[in-house]
């Protein structure tokens, strides 16, 4: 007779999720000095961490805003990082609360990081999704709130090589997905052309550009 196993709850999801966290926190205190510096408001920078809860959606606005560049740029920008949340959802939501408050706040706690836990073992796993989403989202909101209250003390944020946080950022996402020479050529071929393009675009721009490009020659 084989014994059923014990199906995970949201505290074993939280319980996964504390070795990223204090990333997730460090992280959550750059955007917060950073936002802080290019003139996002306190609350702001908090309410944006709580609702859009997305680094690389938040960082590339950051980039757009620092450049005083249009709002089109910015939310473009965050609809083509964050495309793959469409495949991400579709893949849980058949594990969703199918009541439509829960099922909203549920949604909002899907990450990277949450997902992968929540599909591990194959079906998705709501409680694991929720408890890590939960543990991820106080870390990067309670560290943005953390960097947009105490950034001050850091003074000009390029001074301390917080400047790099935001190319250090995305490299990180680049390295991570990288599995052949020909992404690491359309990656070559993305840079080099959103550097040639930076001078004479709005802010925001190169990067919209940038995205269509490496689609194009990213494609088989």
Do not use: K
């Amino acid at each position: 007779m084989t014994e059923r196993r014990a199906e995970p709850t949201a505290a074993d999801g939280v319980r996964l999720a504390l070795s990223f966290a204090p990333a997730d926190f460090v992280e959550g205190v750059a955007f917060g000095v950073i936002a802080a510096a290019v003139g996002l408001g306190a609350s702001q920078a908090i309410a944006m961490s709580a609702t859009a809860f997305s680094g690389s959606a938040q960082f590339a606005s950051l980039t757009v805003v620092s450049d005083r560049g249009s709002l089109a740029a910015v939310l473009l920008a965050v609809v083509a990082l964050n495309a793959r949340y469409l495949v991400f959802g579709a893949s849980v939501a058949p594990a969703l609360s199918r009541n439509p408050l829960r099922r909203v706040a549920e949604a909002q706690m899907l990450t990277d990081a949450s997902w992968a836990l929540a599909v591990r073992d194959g079906a998705p796993q709501r409680a694991l999704l929720v408890g890590a989403g939960a543990t991820s989202l106080v870390a990067w909101t309670s560290g943005t709130a953390a960097g947009v209250v105490f950034g001050g003390v850091f003074g000009d944020y390029r001074a301390v090589g917080l400047d790099a946080a935001l190319p250090a950022f995305f490299l990180c996402l680049l390295l991570e997905r990288v599995h052949s020479s020909r992404e690491i050529g359309t990656i070559v071929c993305a840079g080099a052309l959103a550097v040639a393009l930076t001078p004479y675009l709005p802010a925001g721009a190169p990067l919209l550009v940038v995205l269509a490009a490496a689609l194009a020659l990213g494609r088989p």
